[in-house]
């Protein structure tokens, strides 16, 4: 079946520092893949998405680029600044495939110091 | 649009008794997926609905939970009776299936003692 494993947090940086966070999928078909974001007492909300194989995704300075050969859709950002504090989790969606629902992974809280 | 609109936004209640979640999801989207968070677990998906018809109900933990989406802008979610393993944060949220993108609305805290 589908299934999405993401980095285990959490993970705390100074302001400025590089972020990555580690995402990697099973599927049995083409799914599109997603990264949301959920700040304290919110929902979730879509930062960004790639829908084929090579398609980068970006928002608000954060990028992802969907890796069919390493099945990967890493999260990066250059420049973390304290507002990015907040749980990022990775999702991924195959209607096209015999689960057409949206699986995300266990999210990967992030905190960013001044 | 409003978004994605559930309600109470927060509910405590005594173990035993019967609890409704809302969901309105928004107008024109044709799934509708229901989300248990919880710190132990993370997020959970319980059940999901295309065009009102329940698809996958695989996560629901047992039988004392029960959805229904009985028309294209309603949805509930019913825990009885409840237990106090059952509090937790329950999302709902809705998408279209082309771009596969769902809106989350702000989510239920439920407790339960």
């Known amino acids: 079946g589908n299934s999405v494993t993401q980095m285990e947090g959490p993970v705390t940086l100074s302001e400025e520092a590089f972020l990555t966070i580690n995402c990697t999928y099973t599927a049995t078909g083409y799914p599109s893949l997603f990264w949301y974001v959920q700040y304290p007492g919110e929902g979730l909300q879509l930062l960004l998405k790639a829908t084929k194989a090579d398609d980068k995704g970006s928002n608000k300075g954060f990028e992802a680029t969907y890796r069919k050969e390493t099945t990967s859709f890493h999260l990066e950002k250059g420049s973390v600044q304290v507002s990015d504090s907040a749980v990022y989790f990775c999702a991924l969606s195959d209607y096209g495939g015999s689960q057409g629902n949206l699986i995300f992974g266990k999210g990967t809280k992030l905190s960013v110091k001044p | 649009d409003a978004g994605v609109i559930q309600s109470p936004r927060h509910e405590v209640t005594e173990m035993g008794q019967e609890v409704t979640l809302r969901c309105k999801p928004i107008s024109g989207h044709d799934y509708l997926f229901w989300y248990r968070q919880t710190m132990m677990r993370g997020l959970e998906l319980l059940i999901y609905f295309n065009n009102n018809v329940p698809i996958d109900d695989s996560g629901m933990p047992e039988d004392r939970f029960s959805a229904k989406m009985p028309n294209a802008s309603f949805s509930t979610l019913k825990i009885q009776p409840s237990e106090p393993r059952d509090s937790a944060v329950y999302f709902c949220?809705?998408?279209?299936?082309?771009?596969?993108?769902?809106?989350f609305g702000q989510g239920t805290r439920l407790t339960v003692v």
């Open positions: 949220a809705s998408s279209l299936k082309r771009p596969a993108v769902a809106f």
